[in-house]
């Protein structure tokens, strides 16, 4: 049985993941949000204007009223900006799984972030959710976002072939996942 908690705040050495706010959005849009790699890479549509984020705000935040909504602004504690975000972005809650999402600006890439983000996110599916499995997956093309699957220790489990048509090119899916017992090790 799950134990839907919400989207709470967790801090780390260098992150503060929160839910979102509106006074988000300056950071979002300068960072990460209207970014056309950033956000293919996580098969997002690109958001350009204060009012397109405005409404992806409004079902964040209206969303977090679900105890079983999960998704965090990534903020850097040094800037005090939104960096990104990370999310369980789907849980099941019959099967005691959830698998996570996450994103962070190019400014901010190759500096531990995002692999900081999901070992705590992944440690709140455990520990405070009660999930019995954390799955992620991500593109053949996105070798960062592999690194910090792999950082994080996720067991690989499978690619789906040509899964995404992109830039008149398929693109394999690749799945991982972590299950409580091998988190517990």
Not at 113 to 128: H, N, R
């Given at each position: 049985?799950?134990?839907?908690?919400?989207?709470?705040?967790?801090?780390?050495?260098?992150?503060?993941?929160?839910?979102?706010?509106?006074s988000d959005d300056d950071a979002m849009?300068?960072?990460?949000?209207?970014?056309?790699?950033?956000?293919?890479?996580?098969?997002?549509?690109?958001?350009?204007t204060k009012e397109a984020v405005k409404e992806l705000l409004d079902k964040y935040i209206a969303s977090y009223e679900h105890e079983d909504y999960y998704r965090w602004a990534i903020i850097e504690k040094v800037s005090g900006e939104c960096i990104g975000q990370i999310a369980y972005f789907l849980v099941d809650s019959k099967n005691h799984f959830a698998e996570?999402?996450?994103c962070i600006g190019a400014a901010f890439q190759c500096r531990g972030?995002?692999?900081?983000?999901?070992?705590?996110?992944?440690?709140?599916?455990?520990?405070?959710i009660n999930l019995h499995k954390v799955q992620i997956c991500t593109k053949t093309i996105?070798?960062?976002?592999?690194?910090?699957?792999?950082?994080?220790?996720?067991?690989?489990?499978?690619?789906?072939r040509d899964y995404f048509y992109m830039n008149n090119q398929y693109i394999g899916r690749l799945y991982y996942s972590m299950l409580r017992n091998e988190f517990n090790k």
């Open positions: 049985m799950l134990t839907h908690i919400g989207t709470q705040t967790i801090e780390t050495e260098r992150l503060i993941l929160r839910r979102f706010t509106y849009l300068k960072y990460w949000i209207a970014d056309e790699k950033i956000q293919s890479l996580y098969s997002e549509p690109v958001y350009t996570i999402e996450y972030y995002a692999t900081e983000a999901t070992k705590v996110v992944i440690s709140y599916g455990f520990e405070k996105n070798k960062p976002s592999q690194r910090v699957i792999e950082k994080c220790g996720f067991v690989y489990e499978g690619t789906l």
